[in-house]
């Protein structure tokens, strides 16, 4: 057996998409498995998903590689000065790749890696590689390669996709797809796909509006429904249309966290109490601090998180939260929040009860007191119950701002209620 990992076809300019470029080569390689990877979110040099791909085939390690260099010569991808594609061959069952690969694929979800040290681990497991141009497609066609084994040993179980895609004629056109029908197959097939459609806004959210070859995407759960949903849409003939296994939907790039820990360029899970209050900024971006001590982090829900900020605005100082989400420029980019513990009190200025006038300072220290002529006074502020309209438990973006790797709440295995956004 023989595994092919390739990554970094995305061309901006030609609409390529790297797993059309592996959905084609696992049908000349007749492949027996096909993974979609999606790598560290945070990378900065990343293609437009961050997305690599391997296939898995019977066909010896030598022509796989001629195989997947005439291919993507073929495919013109190479000739974006501004896509650095690589390909890794590597001999054997993908589940039983060396743990130092593996060790890759965990670290590729996670950090910022270097093609010369993809190189080097390449070269000490005798996989053939070819590059163009300055080869960072490197780091993630290895992690391809050792997705299959680093997956079997993660926390997590794998989802898939089906991919449809367009006739070469009709990229760069809008796509006729026809909504009703994949709302319909949407509803059908919920919750075992997910992400396919937004219920509240109307978007059909499997349909990309870039101008690559990707007709929809339907992603879930059971590779049975993935496509069974896909076939059920009805839309401008599909070209062909694959099924990938995926850590899509699996919160891959979270790793445990604390605000003194964090650092730009990671993704994570932290907890800590709402320090300062949600205020909404230029441009409908909501920004709130949280704190462990004396340390505090700011978090975000930027504008495309749509009503997901709703949310983040109704909590309050004091409330115990589990955030989540990408930090960059020491700001966490929330992807989905829980609220462990919610304020349900505030301290307030007494009012009188004869005349229900709000009560003043009698001075430093002595209370309260009525200024009418009830001389009511009262020793201190008093609980008022607030109206929270938050409940404990997850909340999450809408299905139209997930990341590829942010698990949906409505895939369950969450430790609080969950609030799913369908
Ligand atoms: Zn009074």
Redesign the pocket.
Known sequence: MTVVGLDDTDSRERGMCTTYAAARLAERLDASARYLVRLNPAVPHKTRGNAALAVVTDVAPDQALITARDLLDAMAVTDDDRTHPGVVVAPGRPEEVPTAVADWTDRAMHELLDPAQARDVCSDHGYRTVTWGLGRGLVGALAAIGAARAWSRAEFSPTYETISYRERDRWGTGRAVDADSLFAAADEFYPRVWDTVDRETGETVAVPHTPGPVLHGIRGDDPAATRACAAAVSSEPVERRTTFTTNQGTDAHLTEGTIATAVDGRSYRVEGVVADPPETREGGHVFLEIADGDLQLACAAFEPTGRFRERVRRLRVGDRVTVCGEVSESTLKLEKFAARSLVRTEQVTPT?P??G?RMESAGRGQGYR?R?D?D?TAPGKVARELDRRLERGWYEVPPSARRHVAKPLVRGGFDAPVHPER
């Open positions: 009188c004869d005349c006038r009525c009418g009830c009511r």
